[in-house]
């Protein structure tokens, strides 16, 4: 039979098996616990890296500024005193798209009515819509029947050389054709600016203000330099009507301005995308 001190022992030993037990299971409890908030401070970093990196934690960005459609270049008033000071059109927030139509009055009948190609001469559009918000072109001459087949008009000085006190940048300039191999346009060559065509013109070229041309006949050119900005919807018999006009010499040596003087009352510009307004002198 086992001694007493043999039963202790074995006591003793199942004793410290326990405690050495539980200590282990204690152990692998604590490597548990710290790999699961290992996993989970991973994670949140992981969450938190991603969402830095897509700007979350990023200042409120501030609002991007409007990009500039159109630049309008000074003219100084003061060397040139057939400009007329009314300000400028904005430079943003400009229609870029769709037409608008010019309405213009003049003392010879109408209305004439033209639709404005903003898509393709968005400031020139801007500006005759700008202008004519300042009565700009009311009572102005069509100083000018030229010899290209168009009315010249809005220049309030008469002179060729007025406008407002900016200028712009050509638009919609026609494709020069191919050369052709005689000094003349071939006749089977489309016109630059048929009958009926709205261009702006100016002196220089390329310096646009407030002038306009309004074809009442086809004009073919090899080199063309007017930009065009739209077309007449109504009252072309008005258009053609001024054309026939007698003209005498305009104090240069050209037989251009029109004996009887051409008077626009008034010329306004609708909203963007508007339709064309009937006229009963539609041409």
């Not at 004439?112 to 009565?135: F, M, R, W």
């Not at 002196?203 to 009442?216: A, D, E, K, R």
Request: glycine letters at 10%; hydrophobic letters at 35%; a neutral charge.
């Amino acid at each position: 039979m086992a001694s007493s001190r043999d039963r202790q022992r074995k006591l003793a030993r199942a004793k410290l098996d326990r405690q050495l037990a539980r200590r282990a299971a204690a152990a692998k409890r604590r490597r548990q616990i710290q790999a699961g908030v290992g996993a989970a401070v991973v994670l949140a970093l992981i969450v938190v890296g991603s969402a830095w990196a897509l700007g979350a934690f990023d200042s409120k960005p501030e609002p991007k500024a409007a990009e500039d459609v159109c630049l309008w270049t000074p003219q100084d008033a003061s060397a040139n005193t057939n400009l007329k000071d009314v300000g400028t059109p904005p430079t943003t927030g400009l229609p870029t798209d769709g037409t608008r139509t010019m309405t213009v009055t003049t003392d010879q009948g109408g209305p004439i009515t033209a639709e404005l190609d903003v898509a393709s001469a968005p400031c020139a559009a801007a500006s005759i819509s700008y202008l004519a918000g300042k009565s700009f072109y009311d009572n102005t001459k069509c100083h000018e029947i030229t010899t290209e087949g168009a009315l010249h008009c809005g220049d309030p000085s008469g002179t060729g050389l007025g406008g407002p006190t900016y200028s712009f940048y050509d638009e919609n300039v026609p494709t020069a054709p191919e050369a052709s191999p005689s000094a003349s346009p071939a006749p089977e060559q489309p016109a630059a600016y048929p009958k009926g065509t709205v261009a702006m013109v100016a002196n220089p070229p390329g310096s646009n203000g407030s002038q306009l041309l309004i074809f009442f006949k086809d004009f073919k050119t090899d080199t063309p330099k007017y930009p065009i900005i739209g077309k007449i919807t109504g009252g072309l018999d008005v258009v053609e009507k001024i054309g026939a006009l007698e003209t005498v010499d305009n104090g240069n040596g050209a037989k251009v301005k029109p004996k009887t003087d051409v008077v626009i009352q008034s010329l306004t510009v609708g909203e963007p995308g508007a339709a064309p307004a009937a006229s009963p002198s539609a041409g």
